[in-house]
Structures are given as C-alpha cells and as structure tokens.
C-alpha cells in the first residue's frame, strides 16, 4: 500500500490499530503469526566444507591434481609437493575471501535500532525493534535510530538523516501531510521514516507500516542477496589460458611419445619424458605468481590509502572503462561550506572549504574584513547567535556536532574571526523559538549589552522574505520597495542557480513585553539582513583525477540521490559533463527498461535523485553495453549496485559497514583520486601479469621443442625430466615473480582501457611466445648437438651442457620480456628484483652443476671454461636477434 498517499485516519483504519492505545497483546501475536518478526533474513548458507571444495573446481586447478597424482606415481615427488602446496595455498586464499565476503547482511542487521519506544496496551514501553509488528506505534526523538518504516503521525520541528538510504547530503525535514504525488522517490516522501536512518533534530511518532524485509532497507537486503557477483577478467583470462595450454600439453605429450616409440625408444622412458613435458607446458607456478603479484599490488595500494578485499579487484579496476560515482562524500567533501554571502546589494565569496576555520573573504578580487562591514558582520553574528552547532577538533580534524547547515554557518562566523563565547559577553539568548518544519524558521530573542532586546530569524529565504518589510542597504534602513524586492530575489535566484543552499537571516526590534507574544506575532515585519549561500563542495583534487580518468579512457558517471540542479553544478564543476552528455532524473528512469536504458546510457554523465533499484539498472545496463563498471559509494543505498558491479568500491571513512563488506576495494581516504592511483596499479598489474605469461610460457616452449626436435631428428633424450623439472619450479619461479614487481611503464594512463574479452595472447603476445620460445630451443638444441659431438662417449656432459644454455637463455629472455616491445626499450637494471632474482637463479644452476651431492640427483657433470663460452654465446643470440629487429623497425 502507498502510505504516503494515504490520510492519518484510513492508516489506522486500513492497520487496525489505536493511535492512542497501540495495538494489544493479543493483536501483537496475531500479527506476528502472519509477518514474523523485524528483522533481516538470510539466504541459506553453504557449509563451511562444500565452501572449501568448491574452490577445487576451477578447470586449470583439477588438471594440475591430475600431474600431481601422475608425477607422485612416477616418483617425481618433488614436482608432485610442489603442485600440491600451490594448489592448496590457492584454496585457502580462496576460501578465505569469500568468507569474508558474505557479510553483507550481518553489517545490515547492525544497522537496525536494537531498542525503540512503542505504545502497548496504552502505555510506552522500550522494546527490542526485533518485536516490532505493523500497526505499533513508535516515539523517537534526536540521536534515535528509526526502528522500521513508520507513516508519520506527528512531527515536532523533525529531522532524518537519510543519506545511507537516499544519498542525500543534508538531513531531511519531516512533516504529517498526505503525497499525491506519481513516482514518489524515497527521498521525496516527507512524511515517511525508514528503518535504519538517524533522528538528527525534533521529535515525532508513526505507525509502523513495514517491518523485515519489507522495509525499504528489507529490500535492499533482497537486492544484495540476489545481486549476481561477476566473474573478473583476470579469472577468464587465466581459464582460457589453461585450457589452451592443457590442449597443446596432450598433443604434445602424444607427439613425443609417439616419436619415440616409432625410434625405438622404450615406452616407459618415453612416456616419463612425455609426461614430464607436458607438466612443463603447463606452468604450475603461475597461479601462485599470479596471487603473489596481485598480493604485492595489495600491499602498494594500502601504502595508497586504499584496501582490496578481494585480490582479483585491482587487476579488474585496470581494465575499467566507466567509475560510477557515488556525490555525496566522494566527489564532495561531506561536509556543508557557506561560499558566497549576500547583502545590501553586494555579494561575497568566502574561500576555504570543509569545516576548518581558515578562510578569506572577497568582494571580486578584493578581500574584505566582514568585522569591518556592519551588514556583513551582523550577517555573520545574528547566524552564529541563532546556532547551535559545535566545532570539534580531533586530531587536527575537524567535524561538527549538530545540524550541517548550522555548522556551516559557524564555520564561515570564524572565518570571520567571530566567537559565539565572546559574542554571548555581549547578547543573552532570552528564549528561543524552535525550527519547525510549517514555518521552515528559527528564532531566538536576545538581550545586548545595552538592554535593548532583538529577535533574530533564519529560515527559508522566500519565507524570510516574505515576512520583512525593511532592509538593510547601503548601511541604512530603508523599506523594502518594489525595486528592492526584485533585487533580494535576483539575489535568491542567483545563488539558487548556482546549487547552493540558501538561508536567509533577518531581526527585528522588540519592546520589553514582546518576549510573551506567540509566534506569529514575533516573526513579522522583519528587517531582512541577508542570505548565506552553501554547498557540499567537490574534494579539490577530484578535478584532476576526472580528468586524467577521461584521458585514460575511462568515463566517470555520478550517481546520486540528491537533487538535479546541485548534482548538475558538482559535475560541470569536476567536468564530469562534457559537451552534448546528458543528465538523467530518477522519475525518468523509473519509466525505463533496461534494454530502453542502453539505449542512452552511453550518453548520460549524471543520475540525479536514483533509488538502489535505479542504481542496479544503471550498472546492468552499461555492462550489457560491454562496459566494466567500477561502482563507489558510501550508503546501505549503494551496496546492491557495489556488489553487481565488477568492481565495487567503498569509502573508509564515510561509508556504511554494509557498503565495504560488499565491496571489492575500501578508500581508506575516501578519495577520489584514490580510484585514479589504483586504476594505474591495476593496469600495471595486469601487464606485470602478462610479462611473467610471456616469460613462462617461451621458456616452456622452448623446453619442449628442443625434446620434440631431438626426437625428430632420432637424437638421445637432450634433457632429462628432472632437469626439465629443476628449470620449471626455479629458473622459471623467482624471475617471474621478480617480473610482477616491475614498475609501469610511463604510458600506462594515456592508454585506454582493455576491453574486457582480450585474449591472455592479444596484442602480438601469442607469436613473442612462440617466437622466442622457438630460439631458446634451437639455441639449446645446438649446443646439445655441439657438445655431444665432441663427447659422444659421455651424454651427461652433452645434457650439463644443454641444460646451463636453456637455464641461461630464459635468464637473459627475462630481462626482454620487461618491455612490449624491446629488451633495449627499458633499463635492463631497472628492476633490482629481477637482478637479484637472476644472479639467485645463476647461483642455484651452478650448485646443480658442480656440487657433488646434487650431480647424481640432477645427472649433471662438471663442465669446462671453454663449453661455458659457447653455452654464454648460444644463449645470448635470441635477445641479440630481438634488439636487431627492433633497431631495424625504428629505423623504418
């Protein structure tokens, strides 16, 4: 039923219960058998173990237990250990993240008032809000967290903060009135209160109308429930990998094999040759190279102000191409700012922003000293006399008690250099005469040193406005003409059209009797002072971060529950809206499909007045337009779209403790330009990624086909499988990780992003493997061929020696893969790492080679100086080749 349409009397009629009385115990139980209690339900969880299982069902990872139970029962245990305890750390990161991912609802629930006051049986008792059915009645007042959805019944000078549900950035004010109204956004409905929001100022009652999941919290809990968690890029990519590789590993397994048998090799040798090649093909280190260079990344992005919950999220964020943006604590401050002052016909703009006390004031250019201004300086007094808001500092932090508006109002007073202590030396506050929501003013009377007794108002300014038949102009009282009045409301005008917030602070004289009058007899034939214009302000970096995302490629979209005209002044502002782009409003989108909404979802730059339900439908649709969609936001409001997305991102400090458990990625900071640092760290990952790839891959290329070409050519086995093995879990394993600590190259945000379906082989990578992984085997073959020739009577020496050119050719291939295009392209010392890792991997071939325990293990020989000249030459001729063809390009 659509309460807020719906007049006092027909709620409790159509409820059945006693505005006066609450329900009764007996009615209580009744209800309760039909609804249940409030709360938020929960969708079966899976068990603990499945939980764990579940993580072994990835096509790559059931392909390596295979070789793990084939080489364990060929006695190749080290390999078998070694695939083993990948395999398992893998499942327990993966268990681990999701855990923690599913606690959503728990955040949710916490969200709910554990106590609220409720009429029963006549009489108000404090109750768990878990007891709460439809028809109860509730009291709360300021600092009361709102139990259920109520239909408002009273409400005294009533204030909630909504913006966890709405994303409205100023508490809304409340009244009793009936909506008729079509499409009502849960923003708009006034005499609505809802589960979960914050009483911030007054009182009020209402009827419980939803409890559970039925509140509007309720079904933003259905949303988060049945939101489906997207598969990240990287985790397609790495599957299409392992397909490909596990494919070309059988038929190359069978190749080999075959081969051999037909040659006159006996089966068993040949067929642990064969499956020690196609372990080799299949590079067992790289999920955990892949996890450790994504948990590094993790590492750099917390020295950047934000943490990943989930390690896939930072490669994902790289490849974004659209940042939907939550307004309200992320592009803005949060935090109201008085900007500009209005009197007497002159308009002043104050700088500073957020709420700490340092500013100037300026007439165009001209910095003026409001003290110095009677207008202005009244402005500012009579605004901080009728106030009650308080400064704090906390750690050279600044924040405010009390009412934003308020607090702005103050902020800009002590910019001033006013002091609400050192102005009550000089006024007493007689009596005040509260905000009410009817009169959209408050007042207090006040006494100044002098005896005189003045009554000074804020409020609404055309409600001020309307009440003044005076003005202050050009230092003197004058009443308010025709041609003055059309000036105060250009003023009112102006500074409307430019966003801002606007109060309007007026007094008026009073005799001795006058602090006995009512209400309406006081707040008449005021002398209007002037207005104060405010504004939620954009964080001062945001600006640069927009625009260096847009050169990246990446569109930022914001999405906002406040109203069009602000949502639209912060977006040209932050020059989110650029040239014919669009802004679209709630209302119009209510009326859309999905399918209607890609049709000009491309084209829009701002949704202003969005519910959590449009905020889904935004990210589904730019995703059904081939979009990865990064989605920030702060609110219980945001979660469902955060986990839809395919990268949620949650503000730390400002943020709901439902948001984060949805999301993928907290700033810490709740900064903008956050995002900006981590897509740059996303990209780079990625392509650190795609470095190990390459070099992974064109090592076990050329490992396999110096075998296959041996065996064509009717040679004896170049390698044996535990010195294949040695070279894929060593010489391979610190390298590539060294490669995930690589710094980006300069260009990483001039690119655009990746599209989403790119191949792990796009851009050229496929043929750099093959290509170089075909040099290292000719390379390693020759020098197999050179040394057997000259040692026909000892194969271990001819193996030694095509193992140290194999070892030696991937070592010096590291260093090309560092760049797309040449080993020379980069400084080959850049990455200390990578060094250090190869000197680690040149120590460790050394030891196999002349170390006499290992040499039976491995079945190496020691070899000599001269066989070490040929073994540097070989393996140096491949990155030789590659910087030739490379200088060759540059000279076309």
Excluded at 706 to 723: D, T
């Amino acid at each position: 039923m659509k309460y807020h349409e719906m007049e006092e009397r027909d709620i409790e009629k159509g409820l059945d219960t006693n505005y006066n009385e609450g329900l009764s115990s007996n009615r209580i139980q009744t209800i309760r058998k039909k609804v249940g209690y409030n709360e938020l339900a929960e969708v079966e969880k899976q068990s603990l173990l499945l939980l764990f299982f579940s993580q072994f069902k990835d096509f790559m990872v059931l392909v390596l237990l295979a070789a793990t139970l084939i080489s364990g029962l060929l006695g190749e245990y080290i390999d078998s250990i070694a695939i083993m305890a990948i395999v398992l750390i893998n499942g327990i990161l993966g268990f681990y993240q999701e855990r923690k991912a599913e606690k959503s609802l728990q955040a949710l629930k916490q969200l709910s008032a554990p106590q609220v006051l409720v009429m029963r049986d006549g009489k108000w008792i404090k109750i768990p809000s878990r007891d709460v059915v439809p028809g109860d009645i509730l009291k709360f007042q300021s600092g009361d967290r709102i139990g259920a959805d109520v239909r408002l019944i009273d409400a005294v000078n009533l204030e909630i903060e909504e913006s966890a549900l709405t994303g409205e950035s100023v508490p809304v004010s409340k009244n009793t009135e009936p909506i008729k109204a079509a499409h009502v956004n849960l923003g708009d409905m006034h005499n609505m209160a809802f589960m979960g929001t914050m009483v911030t100022r007054g009182h009020g009652l209402g009827v419980v109308t939803s409890i559970g999941m039925n509140t509007a919290m309720g079904k933003i809990a259905d949303l988060l429930q049945s939101a489906e968690t997207m598969e990240t890029p990287l985790q397609r990519r790495l599957e299409q990998l392992g397909k490909i590789l596990i494919s070309a590993a059988l038929l190359l397994t069978l190749l080999v094999v075959s081969i051999g048998i037909l040659q006159g090799h006996d089966m068993y040798t040949m067929f642990l040759a064969g499956v020690s090649l196609a372990v080799a093909a299949i590079p067992e280190g790289l999920p955990a190279i892949v996890t450790v260079a994504l948990s590094l990344g993790v590492q750099r992005m917390i020295r950047k102000k934000a943490i990943v919950r989930k390690l896939p999220a930072v490669e994902t964020l790289g490849c974004a191409s659209v940042i939907c943006s939550d307004k309200t604590g992320t592009l803005t401050q949060n935090k109201m700012t008085v900007t500009h002052l209005w009197s007497g016909g002159k308009t002043v703009t104050v700088s500073g922003t957020g709420y700490n006390p340092e500013g100037c004031f300026y007439i165009g250019e001209r910095r003026i000293y409001p003290l110095e201004d009677v207008p202005f300086k009244q402005l500012l007094s009579y605004g901080l006399l009728c106030n009650h808001a308080n400064l704090v500092t906390k750690e050279e932090e600044y924040s405010i008690e009390g009412d934003p508006t308020e607090g702005a109002m103050l902020v800009a007073s002590l910019k001033a250099g006013l002091q609400k202590d050192s102005l009550l030396k000089s006024y007493t506050i007689e009596k005040e005469i509260p905000f009410d929501s009817k009169r959209k003013m408050m007042s207090v009377i006040v006494k100044d040193e002098y005896g005189k007794r003045f009554l000074i108002t804020k409020g609404a300014p055309d409600v001020i406005f309307n009440l003044s038949e005076s003005i202050f102009w050009n230092g003197k009282l004058q009443y308010m003409s025709e041609k003055l009045s059309h000036q105060v409301n250009q003023a009112i005008t102006q500074l409307a059209a430019g966003a801002l917030r606007t109060i309007a602070v007026a007094y008026k004289p009073l005799d001795s009797h006058a602090a006995f009058k009512k209400e309406f007899e006081l707040e008449n034939n005021l002398t209007f002072l002037g207005l104060q214009g405010m504004i939620d302000p954009p964080r001062p970096e945001v600006k640069e971060a927009v625009k260096e995302c847009r050169e990246a490629g990446i569109k930022t979209v914001m999405i906002t529950g406040d109203h069009l005209l602000t949502a639209k002044a912060i977006a040209h502002q932050l020059g989110i809206i650029k040239g014919n782009e669009k802004v679209l409003e709630g209302s119009e989108l209510s009326r859309m499909e999905v399918k209607e909404l890609e049709e000009v979802v491309e084209d829009v730059a701002v949704f202003a007045r969005v519910s959590p339900e449009h905020k889904l439908k935004i990210v589904k649709a730019l995703q059904n337009k081939g979009h990865v969609v990064a989605m920030t936001g702060d609110g219980v409001n945001d979660a469902p779209a955060i986990k839809a997305a395919d990268i949620g991102i949650a503000m730390g400090i400002t943020g709901t403790d439902v948001a984060k458990e949805a999301s993928s990625l907290v700033l810490l900071d709740d900064n903008f330009n956050t995002i900006k640092a981590a897509i740059g760290e996303g990209r780079n990952i990625y392509e650190n990624i795609r470095k190990f790839i390459r070099y992974l891959l064109a090592s076990n290329v050329g490992e396999i086909l110096v075998m296959l070409f041996a065996m064509i050519l009717a040679l004896p086995l170049p390698l044996v499988p535990i010195q294949i093995l040695w070279v894929n879990l060593v010489t391979d394993g610190l390298p590539a990780m060294a490669l995930g600590l690589d710094k980006p190259e300069e260009n990483v945000m001039k690119q655009r992003p990746r599209h989403p379906r790119e191949g792990v082989f796009a851009r050229g990578l496929g043929w750099k493997v093959v290509s170089r992984g075909f040099l290292i085997g000719m390379v390693t073959l020759i020098a197999f061929i050179f040394a057997y020739n000259q040692h026909q009577d000892n194969l271990p020496y001819a193996q030694t020696v095509a193992f140290a050119t194999l070892v030696m050719a991937q070592l010096i291939h590291v260093f090309d893969c560092r760049s797309e295009r040449s080993v020379l392209a980069r400084n080959p010392f850049g990455n200390q790492y990578l060094v250090w890792a190869v000197i680690s991997s040149i120590i460790l071939m050394i030891m196999v080679i002349y170390l006499p325990m290992l040499q039976p293990i491995f079945h190496t020989v020691s070899i000599s100086m001269k066989d070490w000249l040929l073994i540097i030459g070989l393996s140096s001729l491949p990155t030789f080749l590659l910087a030739g063809s490379f200088f060759a390009g540059k000279s076309k």
